[in-house]
Structure formats: structure tokens, C-alpha cells
């Protein structure tokens, strides 16, 4: 079974960036359709973005769009460009592997306003 880790997260001022990159165990991206979500206390694991492998598509939801960009070095590791982050980026974010039900442990993304 694959397993990811998160790494990158931290404490930033708002208007800051942040990298989080994500690293698979094993070949995984270039196969497999991968997303990160966004969960805050008391909420739901919210997607925000989703990187489609067989297209190469990544469609973002709109409190990112344009702030938010993927990118892959290769088939193991994803990351998450974060620019101009607001105080509500405020999250624990985590990288996953839909179909392969597969989850990385979350990184703390706290942006200070």
C-alpha cells in the first residue's frame, strides 16, 4: 500500500507563501488522480484542489483559484504552491490518493493575519 507524507507546513504571516509538498512511497502520481484537501476544527475535509493524472488537468476551488497552484517533480512527489494566503487558509491540509482510498497524516498551515 502507498503511503504519503506531507511536509512544508508552518506559521505565516497573511499575504505570505507557503510549499507543501507531498511524497509517495512509491510511483504513484503519474497514474493516479490525486487532490488536497483543507480541514478546520470542527469541519468536514474540504478538497480544494484535484490534479487529474490521465489529462494532466488540475482544477482548483474558487477560495484558491489563482492563489493556489500544483506541480509535480515526477511521479513520486506533488506540491502545493500557496501565494497571497488569507487567514482562512487556516487548516490542517492533507494530500490523498482518491481512488486508492490513501490519506498522508495532514500538515499544519497557520496563517496569521
Known amino acids: 500500500q502507498v503511503q504519503l507524507v506531507e511536509s512544508g507546513g508552518g506559521l505565516v504571516q497573511a499575504g505570505g507563501s507557503l510549499r507543501l509538498s507531498c511524497a509517495a512511497s512509491?510511483?504513484?502520481?503519474?497514474?493516479?488522480?490525486m487532490a488536497w484537501y483543507r480541514q478546520t476544527p470542527g469541519n468536514h475535509r474540504r478538497q480544494l484542489v484535484a490534479?487529474?493524472?490521465?489529462?494532466?488537468?488540475t482544477n482548483y476551488e474558487d477560495s484558491v483559484k489563482g492563489r493556489f497552484s500544483v506541480s509535480k517533480d515526477n511521479g513520486n512527489t506533488v506540491h502545493l504552491q500557496m501565494n497571497n494566503l488569507k487567514s482562512e487558509d487556516t487548516g490542517v491540509y492533507y494530500c490523498?490518493?482518491?481512488?486508492?482510498?490513501?490519506w498522508g497524516q495532514g500538515t499544519q498551515v497557520t496563517v496569521s493575519s
Open positions: 490534479s487529474l493524472a490521465a489529462t494532466g488537468l
Open positions: 512509491r510511483s504513484t502520481f503519474n497514474l493516479n488522480d
Open positions: 490523498a490518493v482518491p481512488m486508492l482510498r490513501v
